[in-house]
C-alpha cells in the first residue's frame, strides 16, 4: 500500500466492513493494518456500530484468539 496513514486504515476498513465481516488477521494480511484493534476503536468513537466476535483459531498450530469485525446495519453512515 503507497498510502498507509491512520485516515487510510480506517477507509480501507470500512470498505471492508460494507462487504461483510472482516477478521484481525484478514486485516493485518490483506489490509496492510497492524493494529486493527485500534482503528475499529477509532471508527467507534466517530459513531460506527462495529460489533466484536471473539473466535479461537489455529496458527501454525497454536490456538490464537482472533477477533471477527462485523458492521451492524442500523448504523451506516452516509
Not at 3 to 8: A, M, R, S
Amino acid at each position: 500500500m503507497s498510502n498507509n496513514t491512520v485516515d487510510k486504515q480506517r477507509e480501507r476498513i470500512l470498505e471492508a466492513l460494507i462487504v461483510g465481516p472482516l477478521t484481525s488477521i484478514q486485516a493485518i494480511k490483506n489490509l496492510d493494518i497492524l493494529r486493527p484493534a485500534a482503528r475499529v476503536f477509532e471508527l467507534r468513537g466517530k459513531g460506527y456500530n462495529i460489533h466484536t466476535h471473539w473466535d479461537i483459531d489455529y496458527i501454525l498450530g497454536r490456538p490464537h484468539r482472533v477477533a471477527s469485525y462485523v458492521m451492524l446495519n442500523d448504523n451506516f453512515k452516509a
